[in-house]
């Protein structure tokens, strides 16, 4: 078993929509969780991270971690035609003195106006 | 702001020949790593750094070697590229903060790479 599993996707949704991406994970010892978005054609950029279970909110993006059942989802309000890009959950633990992370296939986001 | 720079953005190779990728980094980071993302299968460790002439085998490394000399500089290896290697490279480098934690990992622009 991959350790982060993460549906690839294409997801197409119109403009405005509520996009819910997800992933889940085996390692409990995994404590940060990240999400890259990549552009094509570019490398990924770190969009935002969470410590442990709970919700972090910044601006449109929500993160939400769930460690009882290891899951991970990123949603997106008010989705915009520049949110099209792969998204990638990257789950790290604290012991992971290498900055090691651990990368879902990431999922490809389509907006369209 | 971080720049994590790689020296080609597009490489065509013959088989059997030996590619030399290269990575730089300006931001004095500890941790430096070599991944390749294909389609289907996201990004896949190859090999990361810690130090200078420090190297750990990541989930993939069979095919490729890597050397770092300098801290700044981390390059990834194919002794004989093989056309299976034809696939997108990213470099990314990260800051040891101390006490198990590192900052978030920051990405080069990649290296298509294709092997004929």
């Known amino acids: 078993q991959k350790e982060v599993e993460q549906d690839p996707g294409p997801l197409s949704v119109p403009e405005g929509a509520i996009v819910s991406l997800n992933c889940t994970y085996s390692n409990s010892a995994f404590q940060y969780f990240m999400w890259y978005r990549q552009y094509s054609r570019k490398g990924p950029e770190l969009l935002m991270y969470t410590y442990s279970s709970g919700n972090k909110e910044d601006g449109r993006f929500t993160a939400q971690v769930d460690k009882s059942s290891k899951y991970i989802s990123l949603f997106i309000r008010d989705s915009q035609p520049s949110d099209s890009a792969t998204y990638l959950c990257?789950?790290?633990?604290?012991?992971?003195?290498?900055?090691?992370?651990?990368f879902g296939r990431g999922t490809q986001l389509t907006v369209w106006p | 702001d971080v720049k994590v720079t790689q020296s080609s953005r597009y490489l065509v190779k013959r088989t059997g020949e030996k590619v030399f990728l290269e990575c730089v980094q300006d931001m004095d980071h500890e941790n430096m790593f070599w991944y390749r993302q294909d389609p289907g299968l996201g990004l896949r460790l190859i090999y990361f750094?810690?130090?200078?002439?420090?190297?750990e085998k990541g989930d993939i490394p069979e095919g490729y070697s890597v050397s770092r000399e300098k801290k700044e500089r981390f390059s990834l290896i194919l002794e004989s590229a093989s056309t299976n290697q034809t696939s997108m490279y990213l470099c990314a480098s990260s800051l040891f903060l101390g006490g198990g934690m590192n900052t978030e990992a920051f990405f080069g622009q990649g290296t298509r790479l294709t092997v004929v």
């Open positions: 750094s810690y130090d200078v002439k420090m190297k």
């Open positions: 990257a789950p790290t633990d604290r012991g992971s003195t290498l900055g090691r992370l651990y």
